[in-house]
C-alpha cells in the first residue's frame, strides 16, 4: 500500500505562483510514476501532468504547459507540482495518484487506471 498526502494549496491571486507537494508513504516512489490531476466545481477530475518513473521524463496538459512543472525526490519519496502564472480556471481541488511503472503518456487517459490517490488539496485562484 501507498499513501499518499498532498499539501500547498491554498489562496492566491491571478498571476501569482504555489508549489504543491505530495509525500507518500509505505513503499518507496522509485517504481512508480506519479501524476497531478485536478477537478473542479461541477467538472470531471482531469489530467494535469506527470512524470515518469524511469526516466522522469514529463507530460503536461495544454493548458498548463510553460507554466506547470512537476518534479520528484525519490530520496524524500516525493513529487511536487510549482504552478506559475496561475489563473482563476485552474481553482480546483488537486489530487496526486500513482501507477507502478505507469506510462506517463498514458495518464491523460480516463481509461488508465491509477493503483493509488490521495485525499486532495485545494487551490483557489482569485481574479
Known amino acids: 500500500q501507498v499513501q499518499l498526502v498532498e499539501t500547498g494549496g491554498g489562496l492566491v491571486q491571478a498571476g501569482g505562483s504555489l508549489r504543491l507537494s505530495c509525500a507518500a508513504s509505505g513503499r518507496a516512489i522509485n517504481m512508480y510514476t506519479m501524476g497531478w490531476f485536478r477537478q473542479a466545481p461541477g467538472k470531471e477530475r482531469e489530467f494535469v501532468a506527470a512524470i515518469n518513473w524511469s526516466t522522469s521524463s514529463t507530460v503536461y496538459e495544454d493548458s498548463v504547459k510553460g507554466r506547470f512543472a512537476i518534479s520528484r525526490d525519490n530520496a524524500k519519496n516525493t513529487v511536487y507540482l510549482q504552478m506559475n502564472s496561475l489563473k482563476p480556471e485552474d481553482t480546483a481541488v488537486y489530487y496526486c495518484?500513482?501507477?507502478?511503472?505507469?506510462?506517463?503518456?498514458?495518464?491523460?487517459?480516463?481509461?488508465?487506471?491509477?493503483?493509488?490517490w490521495g485525499q486532495g488539496t485545494q487551490v483557489t485562484v482569485s481574479s
Open positions: 495518484a500513482t501507477k507502478l511503472f505507469g506510462l506517463a503518456g498514458q495518464f491523460s487517459r480516463s481509461d488508465y487506471p491509477m493503483d493509488y
